[in-house]
């Protein structure tokens, strides 16, 4: 914990520190490139690591592969080109690095040197190559590629799209769910596992058959590996019919080779995210006790293959573990959780259930480590400084910065660090919130204040540079305080807190955001009650939408991705899980709880002018939502907009319609607080 229950109120006082420099704007927000995917080379040598080169003239955004030595060198590109590159994956003997490239032909396999030359394509499937895994033996490839369940062969891949893309008419019939997910519709293809050598001489299929593997959800990262001796394939993949109701996969087991698969766990909760451990005693994985629960905690399962026996490493730790790595020795796990709005790194042995924090002042992830254990690598993030590359020597604990490619803007842009706050709930739960200021801040003045909600709803707000739904800083630089709290639900405050909205949406979620707003107002003269605003995408869409019914205390609201009616959403999405377990039990068997909780049952009590937006691609919350909502709130005689995107689904992507939706919700913000 980094602070004690009983100083909770007496956080976030305005420190007065603020950056010099100019205001920001959308272009300095996306004109950096960002570091992603760190890769360390067996010998500890060289990193390699994926760079998003996002270009605003043209509307693009392009990925490339770099290479970073570790004796102090500058960093270089791996190869020259237009293809966007990702996955960069070392051979176990340091002599070539595998990646990911994406061209004409779709996504394929490319092998090369890390001193450069010319890449050697490996794959060349119609349906394309993703996600590569070495075998330890360096000769051997395990990718994945989306097939036609029936077709033997590639070929037969082939003609079987070129039929359908000839044919005049695109209809596609379905016979069961999960037709559509996230932002696409089912073209009637299964992710399969496939086997390769190096010269991409063969493509096995591993998996054959109706099913998904990786599995359509949860399936972790990643969510296959070989084991050291490369006999073995580990992988998770969903046992259930009905993979549209059933959140809860299992791991099996396969010769790498191929064969039948066996079934290694049976958990009736989620399996997922398998690591053989370097000397291959262990398999380590992900649990998830509870089935149908996909934001249930995650823990660590040590299985001891010999015995056949696995043991909960952190079944006594309060948080949900996320990425993890095995030390060279095989003596422990390092992993990342999120603890109280910051994403730390700890370490737990292979034998022992005693959780040592590492490193918990920032966003962490990316975990690489020194072949002699003695130092880490990772990505760190903080509420001024987007992600960039850092070593942390964990003998004389010393954390020191390896790239600087948001230098430039952070030095010339005014930011002040976020700054977190605590309050009481109604019924004395303590709850985290952070408030970034605009710049040029001066506590005599009077500043409206924009409340960010955040989605999930078990996900929560960390004190990072964050991209989810709205930059804190700029929005903040349109003048505004800027407060993000972390109601019942959020992660990073027990397995309790997290469960808490489960049931409840509307309920102590809707009272702690309140609460919150009436805590800050109360201490902070130079917030402006009169002056609110509320915005919210995906649940805190449908937040939003909740207000709109409960309160008039907002000047304006601004809803996206929302559900505005529980009862059609749950019709209209594809991830059933979802709806069953947060509203326990589906609209004909707990319709009151459907019903209740639902935005569109308080439509008598909008008034708030109210901004929604919506893309015609969202699967997860259906365009029906947003335009239920737009509806609503017009027949209400409210004031409104609706923005609608034809091009976007679930989050907006596109560059020129990210700067459209900030324009137009500035001025929507503008309009109704200045």
Known sequence: MKISIIAVVLVGIFSGMVCAGEVMTFDDLYGFDQVGDVQLSPDGSLLAYTLRHRDLKSNQSSTYIYILPLDGRSPRRLQDGESSEFSPRWSPDGRYLLFTARGDAGSQLFLISPNGGQARRITDLSTGASSPVWSGDNNRLVYTSAVHPDCPDDDCNRITDSLYEDNPV???????????????WSDGKRNHLFLTDTLGSVAVDLTPGDRDVPPVAGAGRPSYAISPDGTELCFSMNPDSNVAVAYGNDLYTIPITGGEPVRLTTNPGNDCSPLYSPDGKYLIYQEMARAGY??????????????????????DYDRSVGEMIISPDSKYIYFTAVDLGYVGIYRVAVRGSKILEILADGVYGDLSILPDGNMLYCTRSTSTEPTEI????????????????????????????????????????????FLTYPPDFRPEKKYPLVLLIH?????????????????THLTAAQGYIVAQINPRGSRGYGREFCDAVSGDWGGKDYQDLMRGLDY???????????RLAALGRSYGGYMVNWICGQTDRFACLVTVDGVFDNIGDYYSTEELWFPEWEFAGTPWTNRELYR???PEKYVANF????????????????????IGMFTALQRRGVESQFLYFPDEGHMVHKLQNLRYVYDVQFDWLARFLK
């Open 170 to 184: 695109q209809a596609r019939l379905y016979d069961d769910l999960l037709f559509r997910h996230y932002n696409s």
């Open 294 to 315: 996909e934001s249930d905690q995650r823990d660590i399962i040590a299985y001891d293959r010999q015995a056949g026996t696995g043991k909960n490493l952190t079944a």
């Open 390 to 433: 850092y070593s942390y020597n964990l003998k004389n604990k010393t954390l020191q910065r390896m790239t600087y490619y948001t230098k430039k803007m952070t030095d010339r842009v005014k930011m002040s660090p976020s700054e977190e706050f605590w309050f009481y709930s109604v019924d004395s739960l303590p709850i985290q919130g």
């Open 455 to 471: 989605g999930g709803p078990q996900w929560c707000w960390l004190n990072d540079f964050n991209y989810y739904g709205w930059n």
């Open 520 to 530: 800050l107002i109360d201490r902070f003269d130079y917030i402006d009650a009169t």
């Open 596 to 598: 209740e909780r639902s």
């Open 607 to 626: 008034s708030t002018p109210t901004l929604v937006i919506h893309g015609q691609k969202d699967y997860r919350v259906d365009i029906s939502q947003g």
